[in-house]
């Protein structure tokens, strides 16, 4: 007995392949079944089973492959029959299947690899070689494409062989060949769609050549005819209109190129090219609004095509849209920078728009109207401006309105820096400054040479620097803050000391949130720490004096992780993550001035969609705000009720008017101007001014449902 025990266990490891491969032929009968009666994704289920139970199964996966067909999942058909192939090596034709079905999928370097791979095996592989004809086209290697053409047609010339060496000999612009190819697959098969296409793409390219009108006609007028032809056969043959469209466009009739691009269009076709060509027959026809229309879609879905950009800047050139145009040149020069497509004759015409059209605009927009100058440091009233008595040197800041671009801005005499290319700039100087001084000057010259100043008399005032004391957190004598040694953070508050009011509070340069209208403010604002062994608190009072202090940081000692019993803690994480209410600040701004009303629309159904995912413990609705009551109740009232309400969590949704202006994103109060981008609201830093109102504050959220007047609006906003 003891003998006979292995011998059965070895009898029973050689039947198991056995076993395996009887189920999968009992799975692949039960999905055949399956496929007879029409139940194809049970037929698929039993197919899967097949393979999973003998991996080797050629028909398993032929089967699955041909119900993936009709299921139309093309990329399972490809994978089964390249597995197919795999499993059968020595069969060509098998490799012919595969590359077939990688060219429906799009895959042309996998079907060429598979086509080659079956040439290997019978070089007279028809299908192979057609399959490898269409996938060097894919690929643009015309010369493999037409050595397969060649080869194909040799072994045995079909309407098949002739049809694809007669786009191959288009694609490689020798279109008399090209036309006698297709003229015999025509003649032998009057019925064959594709190549009346193909045979009206090569009269068009012949109609191209020709010089004389004649030969031109009748070339433009068998192109028509053979899409004609192309469309008895298949009304839905998008490219039979796609090539007719082009060949009425060669005849100017434009009518008719526009509703054969069209019908293309509602078939389905909705690529690249026919909108490109669709824009070119409305510019042609004089419809240039239509044809910027079209561009506007091709240049949404991909800002940098030169060719849409070129051609959209014509259309607004003839639509006397000149700034538009102007702007499109700008953008494709600076796309065809690094494209050597575009040759030094190409670029040099480009260039040459350019400067014609930036002349015109020029001349459209010239203006004797003077710049608007405000100057906002040092502070100034009624023309008389206070400065410290201690100052060395003067910083001068304002802002400029002008309908022109600025051409220079001085103060005494100095350059100020300001962005030449940005409308309504802000500009900054720092100017020599001396006991002799009695007045500062300031002067703003735009482009058309209108010269505006302001003259400011100076008086002398204090020059105490004003005093900083900190609250929190605790520190010591020589100025150290000891904080634990995984901090981030430290939220920071203080108190500033000053005979006057205070212009401006930050630490490294960040802003801190205060009260800029109160004497003696109280400060606060969240300091990353994360990588730093000090920060600076930097103070300036309104006639220029000013102060810092640094202090250092110190971290505590990590101790060592003492061994415990398992079991429940006794002791609270100090870790534990912070908590609070969270509240929802609504800004509705609706009743402008100066600007169209806004209609409220299901706002609240859109803030409740948006905050669904918090639990709102209060909401505060602010309607119609001015500039001033938006600045006070950001800077100093909601900062107060956030710090007495202990809020971890604030919510801020604002609707109406918005507006972007050099890259910054704006609410419109609804006192501001429409010239003025200085009574705007610039909400682009809230959310982090929001996070130093109390150090309670865990999180900020800012949402603008609000209605700008351009695109880069949303782009600012979303």
Request: charged letters at 25%; glycine letters at 4%.
């Amino acid at each position: 007995m003891k003998v006979q025990r292995p011998l059965a266990l070895l009898l029973l490891l050689w039947s198991i392949p056995t076993l395996f491969a009887q189920g999968g032929k009992a799975f692949l009968k039960e999905g055949d079944a399956l496929r007879k009666a029409g139940q194809l994704e049970q037929a698929l289920e039993k197919y899967g089973l097949a393979i999973s139970v003998d991996p080797q199964l050629v028909k398993a996966y032929q089967a699955r492959a041909a119900v993936n067909k009709l299921l139309g999942h093309a990329n399972a058909v490809a994978l089964d029959l390249k597995r197919v192939a795999e499993l059968v090596p020595e069969e060509a034709a098998y490799y012919a299947d595969a590359a077939l079905a990688y060219l429906e999928v799009d895959s042309p370097r996998v079907a060429r690899a598979l086509a080659e791979t079956a040439l290997l095996r019978d070089k007279n592989d028809m299908r192979a070689l057609q399959a490898k004809v269409r996938a060097c086209l894919k690929l643009g290697d015309l010369d493999c494409a037409g050595t397969a053409a060649d080869a194909a047609l040799n072994l045995k010339g079909t309407t098949d062989t002739y049809y694809l060496h007669g786009i191959v000999r288009t694609a490689l612009r020798d279109f008399s060949t090209a036309e006698a190819d297709l003229d015999r697959v025509l003649e032998w098969n009057h019925l064959y769609e594709p190549a009346y296409v193909a045979q009206a793409e090569v009269q068009l390219e012949l109609a191209a050549r020709y010089s004389g009108p004649t030969m031109r006609a009748r070339a433009l007028e068998k192109a028509i005819d053979r899409c004609r032809l192309a469309l008895e056969l298949n009304p839905q043959s998008t490219d039979a209109l796609y090539w007719r469209s082009k060949a009425y466009a060669e005849q100017k009739e434009f009518a008719k190129a526009i509703d054969d691009i069209s019908r293309c269009m509602a078939l389905g076709r909705t690529d690249r090219a026919v909108y490109l060509q669709r824009a070119r027959y409305y510019h042609g026809f004089g419809q240039h609004q239509n044809a910027v229309n079209d561009l506007n879609k091709m240049i949404l879905d991909d800002p940098k095509d030169i060719e849409a950009l070129l051609l959209r800047a014509e259309c607004r050139e003839a639509n006397l849209e000149m700034d538009g145009a102007l702007k499109d040149l700008e953008n494709a020069q600076k796309e065809m920078q690094n494209d050597p497509a575009f040759g030094v004759e190409t670029r040099k015409r480009i260039e040459e728009s350019r400067i014609r059209i930036a002349q015109q605009v020029f001349e459209m927009n010239r203006e004797s109207d003077a710049p608007r100058l405000t100057v906002v440091e040092p502070m100034s009233r009624e023309g008389v401006a206070q400065v410290s008595t201690t100052l060395q040197q003067l910083k001068v800041s304002g802002h400029v309105l002008d309908r022109s671009l600025l051409k220079t801005i001085t103060v005494n005499g100095a350059p100020a820096e300001f962005d030449p290319l940005e409308k309504d700039p802000q500009f900054f100087a720092v100017v020599p400054w001396t006991s002799a001084e009695k007045e500062i000057v300031v002067q703003a010259i735009d482009v058309y040479d209108n010269l505006t100043s302001s003259v400011l008399k100076v008086e002398r005032s204090e020059g105490i620097a004003p005093g900083i004391t900190l609250t929190a957190p605790a520190l010591s004598p020589d100025r150290v803050i000891t904080i634990e040694p995984d901090r981030e953070s430290v939220f920071v508050e203080g108190r500033v000391n000053d005979g006057s009011l205070i212009r401006r509070i930050a630490v490294d340069g960040v802003l801190a949130s205060y009260a800029p209208d109160q004497m003696d403010p109280e400060f606060s604002i969240k300091v990353d720490v994360k990588t730093k062994d000090r920060f600076t608190v930097q103070v300036e009072d309104q006639f220029g004096n000013a102060s810092e202090q640094v202090y250092a940081i110190q971290r505590k000692v990590a101790s060592a992780p003492s061994a415990r019993p398992t079991g429940t803690s006794t002791t609270p994480s100090t870790t534990a993550s912070r908590s609070g209410a969270t509240w929802v600040i609504h800004i509705e701004n609706s009743n402008y001035r100066n600007f169209p009303a806004v209609q409220a629309d299901g706002d609240a159904a859109k803030m409740q969609k948006a905050f669904s995912n918090y639990a709102i413990a209060r909401t505060i609705n602010k309607k119609n705000l001015s500039k001033d009551q938006m600045d006070r109740f950001f800077n100093i009232e909601l900062r107060d009720l956030v710090r007495t309400n202990k809020v971890g969590t604030i919510l801020v949704w604002y609707s109406g008017h918005g507006r972007s202006v050099g890259g910054k994103a704006y609410w419109v109060p609804v006192d501001a101007r429409k010239d003025d981008i200085y009574s705007y609201f610039n909400y682009g830093s809230l959310k982090a001014q929001m996070q130093n109102y109390s150090e309670s504050v865990d999180k900020t959220v800012v949402v603008s449902d609000a209605a700008g007047n351009d695109a880069s609006f949303y782009e600012l906003t979303r």
